[in-house]
């Protein structure tokens, strides 16, 4: 068992980076995210680990900072939060297009534009559809505690290198902002230079050898045939994620006839309405989609079979909800529930809104 | 007349000047004059002398010399448009015993990657900056560029460049000069043998100060673009000669080491 | 006295006929040939090969670096 400590969703983050051994992290300040880089600057791994922290003039600086990173085979990352990775994603797509693996979190607030700085899940479709210009995917994992703030550090770098694509935790104010008991992580050391050649040595920048071609990081080639064959090269590589790394949980969905969807922090509100639902007589479940993308899909049609209806309940206009319909293919109703623009919504409204659609409003 | 035939002259061991080992055998796509390929061997010649092939990193951009990585046989990273001093930032803080340089040119450096230049500059970081400025935008066709002259006819402003329409020329190498983290400025061209060995020097010193870890080192090279100025290259080298060094004077800016003021250590002090 | 002379190789088909080796030459040795290489580019030649002492200034700002030089003291 690791060490047990009350921290903030926040500064987990940092303390997770610094254990997981990563190498760099490279940020701007911006509500309600800024304690990771306060906390990775108070502790100074630079000292310890030898991390390299650094507050970027941008979050444009800081997403191309992670590219020239994660080009020599490190383990880099970012945090930011709606606007801030908005400004980031031109980067995201060169990333992706290179396949260089990092590390983003998102913990997200109300928009559009400047928006609020209170919580929000309205960065959906940027975080699961591309975000950015070109055919590409990230891997997106949704945290709903400060656990799995945690835990998404190590797990986003894995499956990073695993696929060699950016991972990004998509969070949102709530998890970020809130305290919670947590089992942080043992320290793990950085890679060293011989892992990093033995991991990523067919690809990184790390200096040509004599005994192999020069390397480049680039997401750019002229011949439009070639450029159709790596995005073939992608296209394969997110099929494999969408078969192996699709993640999610759920909660008494054994006898349910109706079916809850929710990530993040509103899942989370969606247990407690999943709660009084059931006191209530209804049989309600709830699936918690923890990659958001790849998208538990699969699951979510099977459960068509079993359920009349589903709601989709997230901090948005409704945005997860047209996977949730993509998945049902039309076969029950699904509906979509949320407050957004920074206002979340209560376990009670929950409730409402599913007899509202579902019950005829009883 | 000597009494010595071409054919005796022409042998291996008579060999005196030839391609860096550094060069790869691409044939470069840039147009017939272009300073990009004289620049491109110097640096490749700095790199072969200096023995650092395996420990260097360049950084390409976005403009005509996106395909930098085609010519020198080193590993490279290509940048986002304007960002390549961000990249470099981080490869240089991440192994800070490599070698690590941008090749930017003047649409990617002194426009869109101001910020990027700056800060990177600002921060003092231990790398060598490339900047190849031909005071327009040449892979897109001849656009108006930052640093395109007073009355100087471009696409994007086919009349010549006018101040209260456009703006002024930016003398980006000169606000770099003023940065406490850079140790050194210079202002170079590639046009004549004695320029181009000048340069080489230059950039010789702007890789070695990254051992000596000292600040930034930021290497202007006034250079031509033929196509985009719609001259010859003879003529390109002669126009600049005029037109250019008048507005942008070759020489060193700063030389931190050298004034014996590593004006940046005054102020951690 | 010892005197030196030069020559240089210039590889034909990847020259551009730019002409920056023309000027560059302190002894007006090289010219641009009348004929023209695969590309069309009318390409360098010692047109006074006598006059060329290997300075390799040519050779220096050839932006294509396609040109070989050679010395020797005779």
């Known amino acids: 068992m690791g060490e047990l400590k009350l921290m903030k969703g926040n500064e987990v983050i940092a303390e997770a980076a610094i254990r997981y051994g990563a190498d760099g992290y490279f940020g701007y300040p911006i509500t309600p995210q800024s304690e990771i880089m306060e906390t990775l600057m108070a502790q100074k791994p630079w000292e310890t680990t030898g991390m390299v922290v650094l507050q970027a003039e941008s979050e444009v600086a800081s997403i191309n900072m992670l590219y020239g990173g994660a080009a020599c085979g490190k383990r880099v990352m970012t945090s930011s939060s709606s606007p801030g990775l908005s400004l980031m994603l031109e980067g995201v797509s060169y990333l992706a297009g290179a396949e260089l693996p990092c590390l983003l979190v998102n913990v997200v607030r109300g928009g559009p534009g400047l928006g609020t700085i209170q ?52 969070s949102d104010g709530v998890i970020g902002q809130m305290m919670e008991k947590v089992e942080v992580s043992d320290y793990k050391p950085r890679w060293t230079d011989e892992e990093i050649q033995k991991i990523s040595g067919s690809w990184a920048t790390t200096g040509k050898t004599k005994n192999r071609e020069r390397h480049i990081a680039t997401s750019l080639d002229l011949q439009a045939e070639k450029m159709e064959e790596h995005n073939h090269k992608l296209q394969a590589k997110y099929r494999e994620i969408e078969k192996n790394e ?12 109706y079916l809850l969807v929710a990530y993040g922090s509103s899942a989370r509100i969606c247990q407690k309405s999943v709660t009084l639902l059931r006191q209530k007589g209804i049989k309600v479940g709830l699936l918690r989609p923890i990659t958001v993308w790849p998208f538990p899909s699969q699951r979510i049609a099977e459960l068509a079979n079993q359920v009349k209806g589903m709601l989709a309940v997230e901090m948005s206009a409704g945005q997860m909800v047209m996977d949730v319909k993509l998945a049902v293919n039309g076969k029950i109703p699904v509906s979509h529930f949320g407050r957004y623009g920074g206002v979340v919504h209560s376990p009670g409204e929950v409730v409402e809104a599913f007899e509202k659609q579902f019950l005829g409003g009883k | 007349m000597a009494d010595i035939e071409i054919k005796d002259i022409i042998k291996k061991e008579n060999l005196v000047y030839s391609k860096s080992k550094i060069l790869t055998d691409n044939e470069m796509h840039y147009c017939p004059g272009c300073s990009h390929g004289t620049s491109h061997k110097l640096v ?22 996106v395909l930098a990585y085609n010519y020198l046989d080193i590993d490279w990273q290509q940048a986002a448009h304007g960002r390549a001093p961000a990249l470099a930032t981080a490869a240089k803080r991440l192994m800070p015993d490599h070698f690590v340089f941008t090749y930017q040119g003047d649409g990617d450096l002194a426009s869109i990657g101001t910020a990027e230049i700056l800060h990177a500059c600002n921060r003092g970081e231990n790398i060598t900056v490339i900047f190849v400025n031909n005071a327009i935008y040449g892979m897109t066709g001849g656009q108006m560029a930052p640093t395109t002259l007073i009355g100087m006819p471009t696409a994007t402003s086919p009349y010549g460049r006018e101040a209260a329409l456009h703006g002024f020329p930016l003398k980006i190498t000169e606000l770099i000069a003023q940065l406490p983290g850079v140790a050194y400025v210079t202002r170079q061209s590639v046009h004549t043998p004695a320029a181009a060995r000048k340069a080489k020097k230059a950039i010789r010193k702007g890789f070695e100060n990254q051992e000596k870890k000292i600040g930034t080192s930021f290497i202007e090279i006034v250079s031509t673009c033929s196509s985009g100025w719609k001259l010859s290259p003879v003529a390109s080298n002669q126009w600049m000669e005029e037109h250019m060094f008048k507005f942008y004077p070759l020489g060193d800016l700063k030389d931190a080491e050298r004034d014996n003021e590593a004006d940046y250590k005054k102020y951690i002090e | 006295m010892a005197k030196v002379r030069g020559a240089i ?55 294509d670096t396609v040109i070989e030089v050679y010395r020797v003291k005779v």
Do not use: W
């Open chain 1, 119 to 170: 919580p929000s899940q309205a960065d959906y479709f940027q975080a699961t559809k591309g975000g950015g210009h070109g055919d590409y995917q990230i891997i997106v994992l949704a945290p709903a505690s400060v656990q799995e703030m945690n835990d998404f550090v190590g797990l986003g770098f894995d499956l990073a290198f695993k696929y060699r694509i950016p991972s990004l935790i998509l």
């Open chain 2, 44 to 65: 490749a010649e700095v790199i072969e002398e200096m023995g650092i092939q395996e420990k260097t990193i360049g950084i390409s951009p976005v403009g005509c010399s």
């Open chain 3, 9 to 63: 190789v210039v590889d034909i088909e990847k020259c551009k006929g730019c002409g920056v080796c023309v000027t560059a030459c302190p002894t007006n040795v090289i010219q641009l040939a009348k004929q023209v290489n695969g590309k069309g580019y009318n390409y360098a030649y010692m047109e006074n090969p006598e006059a060329c002492t290997g300075c390799a200034n040519c050779a220096l700002v050839c932006p």
């Open chain 1, 246 to 257: 699709v993640r999610y949980e759920e909660f008494q969905t054994d006898d349910a006839e």
